[in-house]
């Protein structure tokens, strides 16, 4: 369950991020982008709560010490904070979808765009740091594609005006 929703997740962050980076041209990915960003993210939340059910029997402890042990096995420091990384990944996600829903698609398009930005500058690392940095094998090719999908989708994007 934990690695399904997770890759459910990653799915509609992906389709969701790809969607509003068309529906600057083409208006009717709109509702679509809303809908996989909503379904990626209550994804997340049920990995998170697989992840803790599962794996860390509810504990704030032992999840920051497996985060502490996954970042020292990956880059050599054995620092459980980036969990509090995590914590706030989930918020501003979920803070995210409820603004898309509440105050509808005028609001979130026209708001600043630099919250816009450095909002998926912020996801965008994340995602490419778990499963690009933190993943082997056959996850960390998908997590290429899906990071240079991004970036290529965003690039030509750019290009165009």
């Known amino acids: 369950l934990t ?13 969701g991020a790809a969607g509003l980076l068309l529906a600057r041209r083409a208006p009717r990915w709109w509702s679509r982008a809303r809908l996989a960003w909503t379904v990626g993210c209550v994804a997340y939340l049920g990995h998170v709560y697989a992840a803790f059910q599962f794996y860390h029997g509810w504990s704030h402890a032992a999840a920051f010490e497996e985060t502490a042990r996954q970042t020292r096995e990956t880059v050599g420091w054995e620092v459980g904070e980036g969990l509090f990384v995590s914590y706030f990944f989930t918020a501003a996600w979920l803070a995210d979808v409820i603004w898309w829903w509440r105050a509808g698609a005028e609001s979130y398009w026209h ?22 940095v933190f993943e082997s094998g056959a996850a960390r090719g998908l997590g290429l594609i899906l990071c240079g999908g991004l970036t290529f989708l965003w690039w030509i994007g750019k290009s165009k005006g």
């Open 3 to 15: 690695k399904w929703t997770i890759w459910l997740a990653l799915l509609g962050y992906a389709l």
């Open 111 to 132: 708001r600043p765009r630099a919250l816009t930005i450095a909002l998926h500058v912020f996801f965008f690392f994340i995602v490419f740091n778990a499963t690009v």
